[in-house]
């Protein structure tokens, strides 16, 4: 983990808990040990350990509220045994929530982002996950990756309008050939090693590189609608670009419905969307 990095978390887990202890009615602090120890039972695991997991966990969470704003933060710690044994930390979550008037709220920071029908199926839900943590048998709440954004919400007669902007595009966290083996098309194999180690390129950092997504929610009786759209890029390094011999993430846009609706005695859901990938338009 590099100073910078180390750095910036603290700066932020301060500023956090400094702003909560500020303006603060109720603060809570709680948290959690937790081991996870996993291994592949494949011998031809081309990966450089037979290890998938080899973790120790501390995380503290701080919850603050007021008549003001909401205050929260979560800050992982981590000895990683896997292979070369390292301490890292991630500040999962760090944010403000607060609401102007009667109809309207923001939440500002590092946060987990989620919206949609649920039970793991993201098809309008553009917002970043973690692959990784899913494959190797981490908890439900690292299945989605944090990214720092903007979420506003108009709450009218008409239903909730939700809108999210992230200033730097943060893809999906995927097996990178490290900790687990992926498919090369290049290779035609199963991979890992340092030698086909795999990071899609980036798109640049620029305002017009962000993300936006938006989302529109209102009930017809009992059955939960909503419109969503998306302006961003693939969460998949899915490109490939023929020069520079690298993946990176294309343009996309997304328009989509849901509908959510008890029948007889359970719970039914459709979902869809419309994948308009920007640079392939027959794609």
């Given at each position: 983990?590099?100073?910078?990095?180390?750095?910036?978390?603290?700066?932020?887990?301060?500023?956090?808990?400094?702003?909560?202890?500020?303006?603060?009615?109720?603060?809570?602090?709680?948290?959690?040990?937790?081991?996870?120890?996993?291994?592949?039972?494949?011998?031809?695991?081309?990966?450089?350990?037979?290890?998938?997991?080899?973790?120790?966990?501390?995380?503290?969470?701080?919850?603050?509220?007021?008549?003001?704003?909401?205050?929260?933060?979560?800050?992982?710690?981590?000895?990683?045994?896997?292979?070369?044994?390292?301490?890292?930390?991630?500040?999962?979550?760090?944010?403000?929530?607060?609401?102007?008037?009667?109809?309207?709220?923001?939440?500002v920071g590092r946060q987990v982002l989620t919206w949609g029908t649920g039970d793991l199926i993201f098809i309008n839900d553009l917002f970043a996950k973690d692959y990784v943590s899913f494959f190797v048998g981490r908890d439900d709440q690292y299945l989605k990756a944090p990214q720092d954004a903007l979420r506003g919400a108009y709450y009218s007669p008409i239903g909730t309008f939700s809108l999210v902007y992230t200033p730097r595009f943060t893809p999906n966290r995927v097996p990178t050939g490290m900790r687990l083996s992926y498919f090369n098309p290049m290779a035609g194999d199963i991979v890992g090693g340092s030698d086909y180690f795999f990071e899609g390129r980036l798109p640049e950092a620029e305002i017009e590189n962000g993300e936006i997504a938006g989302r529109f929610k209102r009930y017809f009786g009992t059955a939960d609608f909503a419109l969503y759209g998306y302006r961003g890029f693939y969460k998949n390094p899915e490109g490939f670009d023929p020069v520079a011999m690298r993946a990176y993430y294309p343009r996309l846009n997304v328009y989509g419905a849901s509908i959510r609706m008890p029948i007889f005695e359970g719970i039914a859901w459709l979902e869809g969307g419309y994948y308009d990938s920007r640079e392939d338009t027959d794609g």
């Open positions: 983990m590099n100073y910078l990095k180390m750095r910036l978390i603290t700066i932020m887990a301060i500023l956090l808990v400094l702003s909560s202890t500020a303006f603060a009615e109720d603060v809570y602090i709680s948290g959690f040990l937790q081991g996870l120890y996993g291994a592949g039972l494949d011998e031809d695991n081309p990966t450089p350990s037979e290890l998938t997991a080899a973790e120790t966990r501390l995380q503290l969470k701080l919850e603050s509220y007021s008549d003001m704003a909401e205050f929260f933060g979560r800050l992982d710690f981590v000895y990683d045994g896997y292979d070369e044994p390292e301490y890292d930390w991630e500040l999962r979550e760090g944010y403000i929530k607060f609401r102007l008037g009667n109809y309207f709220d923001f939440k």
